[in-house]
């Protein structure tokens, strides 16, 4: 059985990889967000959550069109999330 999965569950472990809160890391260096460390980890994970719930919603037959609704709503909330001041 693969290392990261157990019983057919991926384990939390293997659900995000350290790379993917690397573009995040790389966008507060240039100044582009502005977050503590913390919530750069919190925002990877949330997109990377929302791109294995597209790709589940897809598989079990999900239109193009309620995907896209989704990547909306997740969208939306960028501007929040990549702008909320870095806690002292």
């Known amino acids: 059985m693969d290392a990261g999965r157990q019983a057919g569950h991926l384990s939390p472990a293997a659900t995000i990889s350290p790379a993917a809160s690397k ?41 193009r069109a309620e995907l896209e609704t989704v990547i909306t709503c997740a969208m939306a909330a960028w501007d929040t999330l990549a702008t909320a001041p870095a806690a002292s």
Not at 26 to 41: H, S
Not at 45 to 53: C, D, L
């Open 23 to 63: 573009p995040a890391r790389y966008g507060a260096a240039d100044g582009d967000l502005i977050a503590r460390p913390a919530t750069l980890d919190a925002i990877a994970r949330y997109y990377t959550t929302v791109v294995q719930g597209l790709s589940i919603q897809a598989r079990d037959g999900a239109s």
